[in-house]
T-cell receptor
C-alpha cells in the first residue's frame, strides 16, 4: 500500500513569512512529485512538480526533493493571505495513477 | 478553455436511488480519473481509464461503475446510493502517465445521500 503522509495542520504563519510544508512517501520507486493547492470548496490545482533531487523554484514557490530520505517539501516565500488553502502532496510511482496525501491546511494571517 | 466539465454541481439522493455523474474533457487526454474527497481527507481514487474502452479499479471502487466509450467522456454510475457515498466527487484528466501525469480537475460534484 503506497502511502503519502502530510501534517494536517493548520500551519499558521504571518503575512510575509516563509511557510514550509512537508510530505513523506513510502514507495521508494516513486518518480514524480506534485503539489496541488485547494481552496475551500474548490477543486485542486497544480502549483509545482518536481522529478529529481534538489530544489525547483517558480516565483514565490520552491519545491525540494530528497529521494534518499523519501520526503518532498514546498516552501512559500513572502506568504500572502491569498495563499491560505489546503496543500495536497501527490506522488507517482511511474504508472497511470497518483497517490495523494490528506493535505496540510495553511493559514496566513494579515 | 472548458477543460474538464462535471455535471451536476450538486445533487441530493435518497437511499437506494441511482444516478450518473457526468465528466467531459476537451483536451484530447487519454487518461481520466474519478476521485472522492471526504471532509478533512485527501483524494481517494475510485476508477480510472487509460483510454477509450479501458477502465480499471482504484482504491475505493465498491458501489460505483464506469464506462469509457469515447475519449472525451467518463461517466461515473452510482447504483443503490448509500449514506456512505455522501462526498465530493472530482473528475480529472491527464495527457500523459508516469512522470508527466499532471492531472487537471473539474469543479466537482457535491453529493448528499439521505
Amino acid at each position: 500500500q503506497k502511502e503519502v503522509e502530510q501534517n494536517s495542520g493548520p500551519l499558521s504563519v504571518p503575512e510575509g513569512a516563509i511557510a514550509s510544508l512537508n510530505c513523506t512517501y513510502s514507495d521508494r520507486g516513486s518518480q514524480s512529485f506534485f503539489w496541488y493547492r485547494q481552496y475551500s470548496g474548490k477543486s485542486p490545482e497544480l502549483i509545482m512538480s518536481i522529478y529529481s533531487n534538489g530544489d525547483k523554484e517558480d516565483g514565490r514557490f520552491t519545491a525540494q526533493l530528497n529521494k534518499a530520505s523519501q520526503y518532498v517539501s514546498l516552501l512559500i516565500r513572502d506568504s500572502q493571505p491569498s495563499d491560505s488553502a489546503t496543500y495536497l502532496c501527490a506522488v507517482s510511482s511511474g504508472y497511470s495513477t497518483l497517490t495523494f496525501g490528506k493535505g496540510t491546511m495553511l493559514l496566513v494571517s494579515p | 478553455n472548458a477543460g474538464v466539465t462535471q455535471t451536476p454541481k450538486f445533487r441530493i439522493l435518497k437511499i437506494g436511488q441511482s444516478m450518473t455523474l457526468q465528466c467531459a474533457q476537451d483536451m484530447n487526454h487519454n487518461y481520466m480519473y474519478w476521485y472522492r474527497q471526504d471532509p478533512g481527507m485527501g483524494l481517494k481514487l475510485i476508477y480510472y481509464s487509460v483510454g477509450a474502452g479501458i477502465t480499471d479499479k482504484g482504491e475505493v471502487p465498491n458501489g460505483y461503475n464506469v464506462s469509457r466509450s469515447t475519449t472525451e467522456d467518463f461517466p461515473l454510475r452510482l447504483e443503490l446510493a448509500a449514506p456512505s457515498q455522501t462526498s465530493v466527487y472530482f473528475c480529472a484528466s491527464s495527457g500523459d502517465s508516469g512522470a508527466k501525469n499532471i492531472q487537471y480537475f473539474g469543479a466537482g460534484t457535491r453529493l448528499s445521500v439521505l
